[in-house]
């Protein structure tokens, strides 16, 4: 007995083309396209825009929201207690 995986027959090869070709719709073709397009339509949307600076205002507003988001979680009340250093111990060895 030998260990020899059987060979693919040709019919087998087309029923998988036919299965990805199928698969390869024109709506998802279409889905595609209009995907792109609205993507080109955002990217020309903020390329067009009027600048604040030297940033396009929707580009902008999203970095005043990050840095309003970030103000309100990283607050100082909000960080790591300091202790005076006669509160510090030797270091211990492993």
Known sequence: MTDEKPQP???AGDR???AEMARRTRRSF???GIAALAGLG???FVRTSHREGQTPWPLRQALETNEQLSRGYFRPARLAPQFP???AE???VN
Do not use: H, Y
């Open 9 to 11: 027959t040709p019919e």
């Open 90 to 92: 030797p270091v211990k």
């Open 85 to 87: 250093v006669s509160a």
């Open 42 to 44: 955002v990217w020309e």
């Open 16 to 18: 998988a083309i036919s």
């Open 30 to 32: 279409i889905t595609g």
